[in-house]
Each structure stands twice: as C-alpha cells, then as structure tokens.
C-alpha cells in the first residue's frame, strides 16, 4: 500500500481568517472577564462597606458610629491575620514536603540518559537470562567477498569473536596479551 500526504481541506487564507477570529474571540472574553471582575469587586465592597451617611448626626451618634467602624475594623483585622497565619503554615508545609520528596529521591541528580546500541544476542539474555543458549548470527547467511592483495594472499581464519573475548579474559588472557607484545620485540 502506498500512503499519500493528505491535503489539508482549509486553504492557508481559511486557517489564517479562522486563527484571527479565534484570538479575536479570546481577546473579547478576556475582556469580559475584567469587566466581570471588576463588577463583582464593586458588589462585595457594596456589601460589606455600604455608604456612611453623616449628615444631620450628633456628636454621640458620630462617636457611636466610629467606634462600629473601629469593631469592623479589629474583626477584618483579624480575619486576616487568620488568613496570613493559615498561609504561611501551608507554605511552610509545602516546603517540607518538597524537603522530604527530594530526600526520598536521594541527593543524586538524575542523569540524562543516552541512547545505548545493544545487540539481539544482549536484549536476549537480558530478557531470558541462562535461558539464552541459541545466539543470533545475523552474518551466517551473508555472502563471503574475498579480497586480493597484490604482494600476497593473506587469507584471514574469520572466527567468533565471542571465543576470543573469553579467551583473553581474567588474567590468563592479559598475560598472553604481555608475552605476545613481548615475544617479537627480542
């Protein structure tokens, strides 16, 4: 099957004229929304602090009246001491809990991690363990190429590398690495 490109179905000047609208929209419901807020604002100080009318009072109706506003004032007060108390108790909490998040992560930055190229054979035995016995040989059905040197033919035993990695290991193998470097210098 052959997967073609789909055309979009609006043309640019479409999607433009339709992007403008869009922002053109938003703008108006933002708008809406500080007219909404600001109306709201305006009832609740309608509400809780409605217009003094002082004309025609008494001096010991304006004392009287003073010191209702002076009440009003210690409970607002503390109310929002309250509310500043109960604030700086959640931050301080937050900042704890941050505390102990990054102490149950440890003190190690996390790394970022980077593409790692791991072969059939290793996906295989990390997945089924001892279980991995048959070993994927992808180069067994490549064609072989020789090829000619001019001064001599060297023919090259190709043989698994796997075998030579477990020869040359442990100290058996380095050894036989020094007696070889040091073998044909003497």
């Known amino acids: 099957f052959i997967f073609l490109k789909r055309k979009s179905k609006i043309s640019a000047s479409r999607k433009l004229m339709l992007k403008s609208l ?11 929304e500080i007219v909404d807020k600001e109306a709201e604002k ?3 100080l309608e509400e809780k602090a409605p217009p003094l009318q002082m004309g025609g009072m008494s001096f010991s109706e304006l004392q009287e009246l003073c010191q209702q506003l002076h009440a009003k004032i210690d409970v607002v007060d503390e109310e929002r001491y309250d509310i500043e108390a109960k604030v700086l108790h959640n931050t301080r909490e937050i900042k704890d809990l941050n505390i102990k998040v990054l102490d149950l992560r440890g003190k190690f930055k996390r790394p970022n991690l980077r593409r790692v190229r791991v072969s059939a054979d290793a996906i295989l035995r990390s997945l089924l363990g001892s279980k991995h016995k048959v070993s994927m040989d992808l180069r067994a059905n490549l064609k072989s190429v ?6 001599k033919e060297k023919t090259v ?5 796997r075998k030579n990695v477990e020869a040359m290991s442990g100290m058996e193998g380095r050894k036989k690495m020094f007696d070889a470097a040091k073998g044909p210098a003497q």
């Open 22 to 32: 869009m922002v053109a929209k938003a703008k108006e419901e933002i708008e809406q």
């Open 157 to 161: 035993e190709v043989s698994d590398w």
């Open 42 to 44: 305006q009832r609740y």
């Open 146 to 151: 020789k090829k000619e040197d001019t001064e």
